[in-house]
Structures are given as structure tokens and as C-alpha cells.
């Protein structure tokens, strides 16, 4: 199997909100047979709605659990992944 094929890919998207960062994590996580971890769904699970703020520090905490999970990810999952915000493997 070609090597460049078996590398782990990381893809960090970065933009205002609403401008289609997830949009394009999940077109490139299609084509690239990846995974896509989302900010936003790290947020959600972590904080309920009401204590949800979009602070900074909130921000920062929520892209360091995110990067914890790409790094922890099985190797077998290490394909491509996709940030949005966001992360793609």
C-alpha cells in the first residue's frame, strides 16, 4: 500500500460563524474517507445550553478537548481527519 496513502491528515478549519466550515470538513471528510470533530459538538455535549457562552476561554477548552480526542483517536481511524472549528482525521 503507498505510504503517502496510510499518513494521518489533519485539516483545521478556521473562519467566522456561518461562513460553511463544517460544510466543507464534511465534503473533504466524504472525498478523503475521514472523520470530521466538530467544536460545536464538543461544546454541546460538554455545557449545557444555558452555560454556553462562546467565550474565548469557553473556546480555547472546547478546541483542547477536540485536539485531545485527534490525538487519542485508534490508529485505525487515523486516516484524515477534519477540524471544524472545527477538526477532520
Keep these: ?3 503517502a496513502k496510510n499518513r494521518t491528515r489533519f485539516v483545521i478549519m478556521a473562519g467566522l460563524p456561518g461562513t460553511g466550515k463544517t460544510a466543507l470538513a464534511e465534503a473533504l471528510a466524504q472525498r478523503l474517507d475521514g472523520i470530521v470533530l ?10 449545557p ?3 454556553i ?18 490525538r487519542c483517536a485508534p490508529s ?4 484524515n481527519t477534519s477540524l471544524s472549528g472545527t477538526l477532520f482525521f
Excluded: E, H, I, P
Excluded at 466538530?38 to 460538554?46: E, G, N, Y
Excluded at 457562552?53 to 485527534?70: H, K, R, W
Design 49 to 51: 445550553l444555558g452555560a
Design 38 to 47: 466538530s467544536k460545536d459538538k464538543v461544546r454541546a455535549a460538554l455545557f
Design 1 to 3: 500500500m503507498n505510504a
Design 53 to 70: 457562552t462562546y467565550s474565548s476561554g469557553q473556546n480555547d477548552f472546547c478546541m483542547s478537548v477536540l485536539l485531545m480526542a485527534a
Design 76 to 79: 485505525y481511524m487515523r486516516v
